[in-house]
Structures are given as C-alpha cells and as structure tokens.
C-alpha cells in the first residue's frame, strides 16, 4: 500500500464490512447503527452545507435532517455512495487532501463498527496504515489533545513520541498509533494503551472527553 491510497483502501475496507455486517449493525457511534454510519460519511462528502452540523451546533439540526433522509436510501445504494467518494470535481478527491482528511476518518470508523461486534478479533494493521496515522498524529497531535487537562506526550510503538500538549503534571500514553488515534477520537474504551504518570493526573486524563 502506498502513502496515496491508505485512505482508498481504508474506505473499500469499510464498505466491505458494510456489507457484511448489514444496514443495522451496531457501532461505537453512541445511538448509529452502520446504516446511520454510512449516511454521516456520505452526507460528509456530498453535502457541504448539511455537514457543517458536525462541528457546528446552529446548524446540527438540519445537518440531521439530511443525514436521515440519506439514511433511507436502499442499504447497496447507499453503500455504494461511500464507496464512490465525494463527486467528481470536489476537491476531497486529490490525493494530498484525500490523505489528510479521510485516512484517520475511515481507519476511526471501521474500527467503530468492527470493535462493536461481540468477541472481535483485532484487525491487523497493515503497516502503511501505522506510517500514516504515525505522520497524521505529528501533524495533528496538538489539535487532537487540545482538550486534554493535562500535558500529554504519545508514545507510539515503533516511532518517535511526539508532545501532544505541555503542561504539568504531565502523562505519557504508550501504544499502537491506532489505538492512540482511538483515544483522541473518544473511543477510549477500546483502546489498547498503557498509561504513566501521577495518579490523579491519569484520572483527568482518562475522564476527560476528546473527540473532533
């Protein structure tokens, strides 16, 4: 796999699992079976006015009005619309802004409908896919952490750490560039991390609520 296509075949992963699975699948997205899944990254890709709601509250209504609307299209078809990707002439569909915007997005979802499935197997991370979420997390890892109370430094397994936050008393998570990416998504229940530091400031750090 190379650095260009991490995000494609993550995307063809997910669809596959998709259609595996079936539209009412549970998933880690607290209230979203794969069919509500699926219309989020479609609504994400196709409708930039309707995916503001995600980051902005004022318009979450309507941005959840569309999202169910797209929800109801037929499981295939609609599996189908993730596979394709944004339209044609949007710019989400070069490369370098492919890499950087959908990498983490669909390596975070497969894992939330994949780790939602009683007694799962951990998927083997193929290791362009650790290179990526490794260079992703170096770039973001301030932004990612902004929420954290603590400073926080990511030990990531195989790779140099990186300082997410300064600050003191300050915390060290060690793991899996994955896993760490699923902890600053808000999955830490499933995250697979080693934590080191004083006890309390762990505590903060293990309550506190990340996610984009």
């Known amino acids: ?92 569909r070069l490369r370098g802004l492919d890499d950087l915007t959908n990498t983490i997005e669909f390596f975070v979802h497969l894992e939330d409908v994949h780790r939602a499935r009683p007694n799962f197997d951990p998927i083997a991370v193929d290791p362009s896919v650790d290179v990526a979420l490794t260079r992703l997390l170096r770039r973001g890892a301030r932004l990612l952490a902004r929420q954290s109370p603590v400073g926080l430094l990511l030990s990531i397994s195989g790779h140099d750490s990186v300082v997410a936050k300064k600050g003191e008393p300050s915390v060290t998570i060690s793991g899996s560039a994955g896993d760490i990416v699923l902890f600053l998504y808000g999955r830490s229940s499933v995250a697979s991390l080693e934590f080191d530091g004083p006890a309390d400031a762990i505590e903060s750090l293990k309550s506190t609520k990340f996610g984009v």
């Open 1 to 92: 796999m190379t650095r260009t296509n991490v995000a494609a075949r993550l995307r063809g992963e997910l669809c596959d699992l998709f259609a595996s699975v079936g539209p009412d699948a549970p998933t880690l997205c607290e209230g979203w079976a794969t069919r509500d899944l699926a219309a989020h990254l479609v609504v994400r890709e196709t409708r930039p006015d309707a995916a503001a709601g995600i980051l902005v509250k004022a318009a979450s209504a309507y941005g959840e009005r569309i999202r169910s609307r797209v929800a109801d299209r037929p499981w295939p078809e609609l599996i189908d619309d993730v596979r394709s990707g944004p339209p044609r002439l949007s710019p989400m």
